[in-house]
């Protein structure tokens, strides 16, 4: 809801009077300041925040050497160290485009429960138009993310005596509505992987093989991998940031840098690339790094189309007219699969290792040793994400209660 107030310049006895109008309780109310800056920041307070807290606002004292949260923010991620360049940039976008708008203005022991929950609400259903419409709504996680800092930040403040309380404390966050996970059966990996061209085989065998992320995974070099012992060590990762544009740096989290045992069939398929010793062991066409973007639209898009039984690109809504049969080494010469032979799923990328860890469990392999292979921080991770998919575990662990407590419980008659 936006709050009206306007601004009102009344000469005085001793000067100039700068009178902020406003409503409250249904009732018209003036507050008069001495100083033209703070009457408009004042009403900016009313109209984005209400009468209400702008009123606490002027009662309170803020005191001079309390910083704002756009100042503070400042502060805490150039505090920051061992963070990559990308989380920092995600940071800075989080104050330029959402937090600094709402409350960047405010002391930070003027930000409120109250502020940070209508900052949320805003976020998820906009109110206020920004370049004459209004901003589309956000996802749960997007805010999520965004709150997760500001919560951080406030935190920062109260361990250093700044503020004495966190006003992100007990928020109620939007209901996540992330997309499901898609998991492919070994028969429907294969028909999908009959559909990628030979050239790009190796890469994705390798994403099923070992549930690799695919940064990590198009970061491998020949030495990286020990073919004798039959592994691969994951020790960095592509990143990207606005100073660095795209690099290598360390993975994920440091759970993430592994050691990873290789299928016999892989080791095999990968041997001759590893044997190059070229640079890295995945390349696009050119020798150059692959980038997911491309991969995506020209190679992952198109086969999992033609898995769905469509054709592998929709001329009018790509523009690919430049798409035909056995044109620019691109392969794309396959007829779509016929209806019995579909897979009927849209998996991303990333769904191969959703898929890699479904393969796991269905082989009876413990959640722990999945978390070690996925480079997972905590197995509280792998447990959410991947625990449903072992109902046997379930049934197991009923047993095994029922087997101790069989003197206690009893006796079923037939």
Known sequence: MTHAASLRIRPTSKGVSYDVRYRLDGASKTLAFGDEARAREWAGLVRQHGPEFAL???????????????EYADTYIASKSGVEGKTLDHYRMFMRRSIGPWMGHLPLN????????????????????????????LGAKTIKNRHGFLYAMFQHAVQRGVVDRNPCEGTNMPASESREMTFLSGDEYTRLLSFIPPYWQPLVQTLAGTGMRWSEATALRPGDFDLEAGVVRVSRAWKDSIAKGRYLG??????????????????TLLRPLVEQRGE????????????QQT???EVWAPARNLANGRPAFDIVKDHKPHWVPNR???EWHQEPASVGDRIHKEPRIHDLRHTHASWLINGGT???????????????????????????NLTAAAL???????????EIES
């Open 110 to 137: 003027m930000v409120t429960p109250e502020v940070i929950a209508g900052w949320i609400n805003e976020q998820a259903a906009p109110t206020r138009e920004v370049d004459g419409k209004l901003p589309r709504p």
């Open 328 to 330: 620019g080494g691109h």
């Open 250 to 267: 360390a993975p994920k989290t440091s759970r993430s840098k592994r050691t990873i045992s290789l299928p016999p069939g892989l080791i």
């Open 295 to 297: 991969f995506h639209k």
């Open 400 to 410: 095994a209660v029922q087997v101790a407590m069989a003197g206690a419980l009893p």
């Open 56 to 70: 606490t606002w002027v009662k309170r004292d803020v005191g001079p050497t309390t910083p704002t949260v756009a």
């Open 366 to 392: 413990p959640l722990p040793v999945i978390q070690r292979r996925l480079g997972h921080e905590s197995i509280t991770t792998t447990v959410d994400r991947y625990g449903h998919l072992s109902p046997d």
């Open 280 to 291: 890295l062991v995945f390349t696009n066409r050119h020798g150059n790094a692959i980038l």
